[in-house]
């Protein structure tokens, strides 16, 4: 029996060492997208709970694809809401004549959006 108890010791610590971290950015959930030519901006509508803002979001372009990431939780406690959002082309990458599919999931009600 004292044999066994070191293995289970040093099994546990094992085990605890090697938890998964998860990524503080997440791909966001957007509630809608609406693109200005004419003014070469883009403008998302995502949840929030009262603490989101631009700094929060990030852009990734790769081989035309847009990938829209939330660095940052909204920890507020407000309920759920659509904001929206206004970037310019420049800050995303995009490229005005250059077709791109946006990489995002789109979910209408902002109650049941995954906010992370």
Do not use: H
Not at 49 to 63: A, E, L, P
Not at 74 to 88: I, P, Q, V
């Amino acid at each position: 029996m004292k044999q066994f108890f070191p293995f289970l010791s040093l099994l546990f610590l094992f085990f605890c060492s090697s938890t998964i971290k998860v990524p503080e950015s997440t791909t966001e959930q957007l509630l809608g997208m609406e693109l200005n030519y004419d003014n070469n901006t883009i403008t998302l509508v995502v949840v929030s709970k009262g603490c989101t803002t631009k700094k929060d979001f990030s852009f990734q372009m790769k081989d035309n694809n847009l990938l829209v990431v939330r660095k940052k939780k909204d920890e507020c406690k407000a309920l759920a809401f659509g904001l929206r959002l206004t970037w310019t082309f420049q800050e995303t990458g995009i490229k005005p004549n250059v077709p791109f599919r946006i990489q995002n999931s789109f979910i209408a009600n902002p109650l049941t959006a995954n906010l992370k």
